[in-house]
C-alpha cells in the first residue's frame, strides 16, 4: 500500500504542477475524472476494467478553448529516453477524444512535455504490436514543449 501512497502523491503533486503552470499561462483549470469523485465511488470504480477509470485529470479553458489534460509522471526515463503510457490509458484517451471532438486531450510528462493520444498510438505502433505489452513507449525526443503547446504569451499552439 505504501508503495502506490507514494505514487498517488508524486502523481497529485505533479497535477498540481501542471496546474499552475496552466494558470500562468492564463488558463481556469479544474479538476476533472476519477480524482473529483468521493473515495467510495473511486475505490469502487478500481475494481472494475471500465474507462472511466482512466479520465483525464483535469480540463482548463482560455477564452473559447477547452482542453482536458491527464498528468502522467515518473513515466519517462532518462536512460531510455522514451516515456511509457499504459495501453489500457491510451485506448481511454483515444475512446475519449473520439467522443470530446472539439475537447483536444494531453498527455504532460513529468519534464512538462507534451503528446496527444493520437501521437502517443502513432509513434508507438499501438495497434501494430503483440497485445501482451502493457505499455507503449514513445521517444522523448518526439514530445512538445510545454510551452508549444499552451504558449507562454496567451496563445494556444496546435500541436501536429
Known amino acids: 500500500m505504501a508503495d502506490w501512497t507514494h505514487r498517488k502523491a508524486i502523481g497529485d503533486q505533479h497535477e498540481q504542477h ?9 488558463w481556469t ?3 476533472f475524472g476519477q ?8 475505490a469502487a470504480l478500481r475494481l472494475t476494467d471500465s474507462p472511466l477509470r482512466q479520465l483525464p485529470d483535469m480540463i482548463a ?3 473559447a478553448q477547452v482542453v482536458c489534460l491527464d498528468a502522467k509522471t515518473s513515466l519517462g526515463s532518462s536512460d531510455s529516453h522514451r516515456f511509457s503510457i499504459s495501453r ?4 481511454a484517451g483515444l475512446q475519449f477524444t473520439a467522443i470530446a471532438v472539439s475537447v483536444p486531450l494531453y498527455y504532460v ?8 493520444p493520437a501521437e502517443v498510438a502513432s509513434y508507438s505502433g499501438y495497434g501494430h504490436q503483440h497485445p501482451g505489452g502493457s505499455y507503449c513507449l514513445v521517444s522523448t525526443r518526439q514530445a512538445h514543449y510545454f510551452d508549444d503547446v499552451f504558449g507562454a504569451d496567451g496563445g494556444l499552439r496546435r500541436v501536429g
Open 35 to 42: 480524482g473529483t469523485y468521493p473515495p467510495a465511488v473511486q
Open 88 to 91: 489500457k490509458s491510451l485506448l
Open 109 to 116: 510528462f513529468g519534464d512538462l512535455r507534451v503528446l496527444t
Open 29 to 31: 483549470v479544474h479538476p
Open 61 to 63: 479553458a482560455r477564452g
Open 18 to 26: 501542471v496546474m499552475h503552470e496552466l494558470e500562468r499561462r492564463g
